[in-house]
């Protein structure tokens, strides 16, 4: 595929991210493939990358009920930049001795280009777990208007795929897949050794995935987090992309007290590339510490 397809077709992408979400602006300036691969117990994950969103600090998205100037207080603090908000786009890959499971799809981003740098084929991919149906998590699905993991069964909560189908934004992806997709209640094991959890408020479907092997564990918390910065320092502080705003934000509370008060490693799709490592608890306020080294 040439660089200018792959291009347009980011826009395109944008366009619907941004038409769906409300932004005003949305930049993806990077879209280099990368891939970043560690060892959980006996199975092997790998990090992919997709896109760079690079939002305007214009009190649409963080900080509802805020001015901008305490997000840029927050974001100042943390030594980033206070105009604009970055966030990376992620999407995790699970292999076993008899699956290859990934587990959301990006936007349609440089997905393939990391998937293929860590050394898999799409066709290869036999389980794709999404967490919910925004267009950062399932656009990838389709590559030029066919399913982008030809073999691969797409599981989602039957709530959420019921929203998908709802959402008429989406009808083009939703037609192509849908023969694919198989529904579950949220807290059954999906995959061997994956089990999905609701975290509610995101999206009406919204799951996070925990993966374990051995003594090992690793939880993919989907959309209850999105800047590694504002939804630690403030985590009561509404976010656009929430449906549901007051559900959201006691969830995020909830579940971030539970992962620091556990210690549990975590997979979080939007904070900084590979998005790998561990939550603690600072009064009322979180911090995050990367950590994606096998261990
Ligand atoms: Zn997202």
Same mark, same amino acid.
């Given at each position: 595929m040439?660089?200018?397809?792959i291009?347009?077709k980011l #826009?395109?992408a944008?366009?619907?991210?941004?038409?769906?979400?409300?932004?005003?602006?949305?930049?993806m300036?990077?879209q280099q493939p990368d891939a970043?691969?560690?060892? #959980?117990?006996?199975? =092997?994950?790998v990090a992919l990358h997709d896109a760079q969103?690079?939002? %305007?600090? *214009?009190?649409?998205?963080?900080?509802? +009920?805020?001015?901008?100037?305490?997000?840029?207080?927050?974001?100042?603090?943390?030594?980033? %930049?206070? *105009?604009?908000?970055?966030?990376s786009v992620d999407a995790l890959l699970? &292999?076993?001795?008899?699956?290859?499971?990934l587990i959301d799809t990006g936007v349609g981003g440089a997905l393939q280009g990391s998937l293929a740098k860590a050394?898999y084929r799409a *066709?290869?991919v =036999? $389980?794709i777990?999404?967490?919910?149906?925004?267009p950062d998590h399932v656009g990838g699905l389709v590559l =030029?208007?066919?399913?982008a993991f %030809?073999?691969?069964?797409?599981?989602?909560?039957?709530?959420?795929?019921?929203?998908? /189908?709802?959402? $008429?934004? #989406?009808?083009?992806?939703?037609?192509?897949?849908?023969?694919?997709? &198989?529904?579950? /209640?949220?807290?059954? $094991?999906?995959?061997? @050794?994956?089990?999905?959890?609701? #975290?509610?408020?995101?999206?009406?479907?919204?799951?996070?995935?925990?993966?374990? !092997?051995?003594?090992?564990?690793?939880? +993919?918390? @989907? =959309?209850?987090?999105? !800047?590694?910065?504002?939804?630690?320092?403030?985590?009561?502080? @509404?976010?656009?992309?929430?449906? *549901? &705003?007051?559900?959201?934000?006691?969830?995020?509370?909830?579940?971030?007290?539970?992962?620091? /008060?556990? /210690? $549990?490693?975590?997979?979080?799709p939007?904070?900084?590339f590979?998005?790998?490592?561990?939550? !603690?608890?600072?009064?009322?306020?979180? !911090?995050?510490?990367?950590? +994606?080294?096998?261990?």
């Amino acid at each position: 595929m040439t660089k200018g397809k792959i291009s347009a077709k980011l #826009l395109a992408a944008t366009i619907l991210m941004v038409a769906y979400q409300g932004l005003a602006v949305a930049q993806m300036p990077q879209q280099q493939p990368d891939a970043k691969a560690f060892k #959980l117990g006996n199975l =092997d994950i790998v990090a992919l990358h997709d896109a760079q969103f690079v939002l %305007p600090n *214009d009190g649409k998205v963080f900080g509802l +009920d805020h001015r901008p100037a305490e997000v840029a207080d927050l974001l100042k603090a943390a030594g980033a %930049p206070t *105009d604009t908000i970055t966030l990376s786009v992620d999407a995790l890959l699970v &292999k076993s001795d008899r699956h290859l499971v990934l587990i959301d799809t990006g936007v349609g981003g440089a997905l393939q280009g990391s998937l293929a740098k860590a050394g898999y084929r799409a *066709d290869a991919v =036999d $389980e794709i777990l999404i967490t919910h149906s925004h267009p950062d998590h399932v656009g990838g699905l389709v590559l =030029d208007g066919k399913l982008a993991f %030809p073999n691969a069964t797409i599981r989602m909560s039957e709530a959420e795929w019921s929203f998908a /189908k709802a959402n $008429e934004k #989406l009808t083009p992806i939703v037609k192509v897949i849908e023969d694919r997709v &198989k529904t579950f /209640k949220p807290g059954g $094991e999906v995959a061997p @050794g994956i089990t999905s959890v609701a #975290l509610s408020g995101h999206t009406p479907g919204h799951v996070g995935y925990q993966i374990v !092997s051995g003594k090992e564990r690793l939880f +993919d918390i @989907g =959309d209850t987090v999105h !800047s590694s910065i504002i939804s630690l320092a403030e985590p009561d502080w @509404g976010v656009s992309f929430d449906a *549901d &705003k007051p559900e959201a934000e006691q969830n995020r509370v909830k579940t971030l007290s539970t992962l620091a /008060k556990n /210690k $549990e490693r975590i997979f979080a799709p939007h904070f900084p590339f590979p998005g790998v490592g561990y939550i !603690s608890a600072e009064g009322d306020h979180f !911090s995050w510490t990367a950590n +994606d080294k096998a261990e």
